[in-house]
């Protein structure tokens, strides 16, 4: 009886945590990881608004971000094809700009995206780097296509920051791949 | 008379008049290179392979056939008599089947008895696994190895006993110990760490892993694309891969963390046991094949001429859409001799003698003074498609800086010390893809630097003024270069060609690739000069420049077309 008392009085003073240990585990794994980007707060709200994350180990997290990315990229480009559509509003070089970001847009969610998740696919994760990597130059070679103000600098700062945080996660994904 | 004058000069208002004339030269690709290594198009990443068999070379390599991105890879193959102009042939290896579905990756060819070459390679398998697979020639008798064959046995190495399926790839030539077993590297990545797990087979076929890896680095993650062969002591040949002389190092080679690392040891065949002088990121040490732009490279030995011969695949520093617009991307090096320098404690690269053939309207200076904040332009040569070599003297060298190179980052220091901010002794060196009105420039320099009793000399490359575009990495890179200035010259070597620079110093103990992509200096538009914004007056001991004919680089199919007479 002495015995069960103590373990009941015991158990009563264990930290909550300790029961819950899946769900806090891992936003101390999202906010260890979101730490290490250069965009914590993007990093932080993309992970947490996903259900996905919620068990996800590094490698969840990265693809997590990475269909940020692309669900984002995709966005902006249906931006960019109506604002292209308002053909009789635009002068010649905001359509040019528009139109160079098209092709850029598409080589995000065609090209970057696509050898991104064929690098999770087949575990050649350099090539995921260097596809979020990429992504964040070509929305930032978008942003600067235009000679004045752009239509997209705050959706383009998003895709940007976006693939940067997912290059820094597939970063610290293949250093640390067992050990998270 | 009159008439055919006016139609000339109409002739002439229509090419110039417009602009036409401009345009053309734009739409040709004034990125590609003229004599290194690339396909006609698409994508390409490691060179896979390289040998030397029955007086050909032989160079595969990782290759997409369908886009200028990385995917569906295939081995590409192609052949070549003097490792400067290539025959295009038909792909070597194509991802058809189960256990290379995804992908058929790198590896590397082994000489089995009878001077059989083998290929050992990873493919990227139906259920995603990197597995280890045999492929051998379909007809020896074919000098040219045109067609191959995979193992009925494949795969031979799979992921099993605690091997993670995503980490376990590229291996490496084989050797043979003086048991007769072969033995070959895998690269790995054990619990965050980087792995070169060793194998050993009688036949070729079974396998069986060593306990204990060759050697692994606690201070890297995954080694990609091993390489591990003997150099001579006397560092005049190069050396068999399976040759037990006495008188040799061992050389562990891994890519990681976007450059080619190596340490140096002794190898004991009966054992397999390595032991390292320095080891990866020890005590500061990092020696690497190059400073700059250069990953997944492979050595082999060319029995012909005795040499160690490094590729090195070198990726583009531009965009994916710059990619697709140009229709390819990724180069290969120019192949590298490799020898280990006379103090036994680092590599000497050096490019290949055969490159020099393609040397072409020598334009030579000697002891010519570069007065401090002076620049002077090497004209008669094609500034975008060139080879310089330029020895510096100094005699100034009591007035260096002081530095303590300890726990200085060599490249930290290029970047915050550009060539625009003035020392002492340097920086000097050479302007490359500069535009006539220097806004453009792709600067390769050196500084001196006082260190107790020694000299700490710099070298760098700072590809960030290399073009007014924007939407491209223009990165800086740099090296300490073991070089005494008291007692020798500084040398420098760069090949020139029209979007990259291979820059060797001091007779090849530092070398940085890098990539750059101008704007205003490309093709006849390409200017070079040598310069010195240093306080200190420097002396060129000597220059030699030249222009580079073209390689012929051609598709096998080309030459298939009939002659017309």
């Known amino acids: 009886m002495k015995s069960l008392m103590l373990m009941f009085v015991f158990l009563m003073f264990l930290p909550v945590n300790a029961f819950r240990p899946t769900l806090l585990g891992n936003l101390n794994l999202i906010e260890r990881t979101c730490r290490q980007t250069p965009f914590y707060d993007i990093c932080i709200w993309s ?119 997912a290059a820094s996660i597939v970063k610290i994904m293949q250093t640390k791949f067992s050990v998270m | 008379m009159k008439i055919y004058v006016v139609f000339v000069i109409c002739f002439f208002f229509l090419l110039f008049g417009n602009g036409r004339v401009q345009s053309l030269s734009m739409e040709q690709q004034p990125y590609r290179t003229a004599y290194h290594f690339q396909p006609p198009k698409n994508w390409m990443n490691d060179p896979n392979g390289p040998m030397y ?202 890519s990681f963390n976007d450059s080619d690392h190596y340490v140096l040891g002794n190898y004991m065949p009966v054992t397999d046991n390595f032991s390292v002088d320095t080891d990866f990121l020890e005590n500061g040490s990092d020696l690497r094949y190059d400073y700059g732009k250069f990953y997944a490279s492979k050595t082999f030995f060319d029995i012909d001429k005795k040499r160690r ?113 003035r020392g002492n002794v340097g920086p000097f060196g050479i302007l490359a893809f500069a535009s006539k009105d220097l806004t453009e420039q792709t600067v390769i320099f050196f500084r001196v630097f006082r260190s107790n009793d020694q000299y700490v000399v710099l070298m760098c490359s700072d590809q960030s003024g290399s073009s007014l575009r924007e939407g491209l990495k223009k990165e800086t890179y740099g090296a300490f270069i073991d070089v005494d200035p008291l007692h020798e010259k500084i040398s420098l070597r760069s090949l020139i060609d029209h979007s990259i620079v291979e820059s060797f110093g001091g007779e090849g103990k530092a070398c940085i690739t890098a990539r750059v992509y101008p704007k205003l200096a490309i093709d006849n538009q390409t200017h070079l000069y040598a310069f010195n914004n240093g306080t200190f007056d420097v002396n060129i001991s000597t220059l030699n420049a030249w222009s580079m004919k073209k390689a012929e680089i051609v598709s096998s199919t080309k030459r298939r077309k009939p002659h017309h007479y």
């Open chain 2, 309 to 421: 011969i490094l590729w090195g695949w070198i990726q583009e520093s531009d965009s994916t859409t710059d990619g697709i617009e140009k229709g390819w991307s990724g180069l290969q090096s120019i192949p590298r001799s490799i020898l280990l320098s006379r103090t036994g404690k680092q590599l000497i690269q050096w490019p290949v003698e055969e490159i020099e053939k393609q040397r072409t309207g020598n334009v030579s200076f000697e002891n010519k003074e570069l007065k401090g904040g002076s620049v002077f332009e090497v004209s008669g040569i094609t500034a975008s498609q060139a080879d310089v070599e330029v020895s510096f003297d100094l005699s100034n060298l009591k007035e260096a800086e002081l530095m303590d190179p300890s726990s200085v980052d060599p490249q930290l220091l290029c970047s915050q010390k550009t060539a625009s901010v």
């Open chain 2, 53 to 254: 068999y029955k007086g050909v070379y032989h160079l595969f390599y990782q290759y997409n056939p369908y886009a200028a991105v990385w995917g569906n890879i295939t081995w590409a193959h192609s052949i070549s008599y003097d490792l400067v102009n290539w025959i295009h042939h038909d792909n070597a290896l194509s991802p058809d089947d189960p256990f290379d579905i995804n992908g058929c990756w790198s590896g590397s060819t082994t000489f089995l008895s009878g001077e059989k070459p083998v290929i050992l390679y990873t493919g990227s398998d139906i259920m995603n696994r990197q597995v280890q697979n045999l492929a051998e020639p379909k007809n020896l008798s074919d000098p040219l190895l045109r067609e191959w064959v995979k193992s009925s046995h494949n795969p031979l190495m799979t992921p099993v006993d605690g091997i993670d399926p995503k980490f376990f790839r590229d291996p490496t030539t084989a050797w043979q110990g003086p048991d007769g077993l072969w033995r070959v590297l895998v690269g790995n990545q054990m619990d965050g760490h980087g792995w070169g797990l060793l194998y050993r087979s009688r036949d070729f076929v079974t396998w069986t892993r060593s306990k204990e890896p060759l050697h692994s680095s606690t201070r890297t993650g995954m080694w990609e694309c091993p390489d591990f062969y003997p150099v001579s002591i006397d560092g005049k040949d190069g050396v068999d891969t399976s040759s037990l002389d006495e008188s040799t190092k061992h050389v562990l080679k891994a």
């Open chain 1, 47 to 165: 992970l947490k608004s996903s259900p996905e994350s919620r068990n996800a180990n590094l490698k969840k997290l990265a693809q997590i971000m990475v269909d940020s990315l692309k669900t984002r990229a995709t966005e902006t480009l249906y931006l960019i094809e109506e604002l292209l559509h308002d053909g009789l509003a635009l002068d010649p070089a905001m359509k040019k700009a528009l139109t160079s970001c098209i092709e850029r847009y598409n080589v995000i969610i065609k090209g970057d995206v696509h050898e991104i998740n064929e690098a999770f696919k087949t575990g050649n994760y350099k090539f995921a780097e260097k596809g979020s990597n990429d992504a964040a130059m070509e929305a930032n070679s978008c942003e600067i296509e235009f000679p004045a103000k752009s239509p997209l600098t705050d959706m383009n700062k998003v895709v940007h920051d976006v693939s940067v945080v």
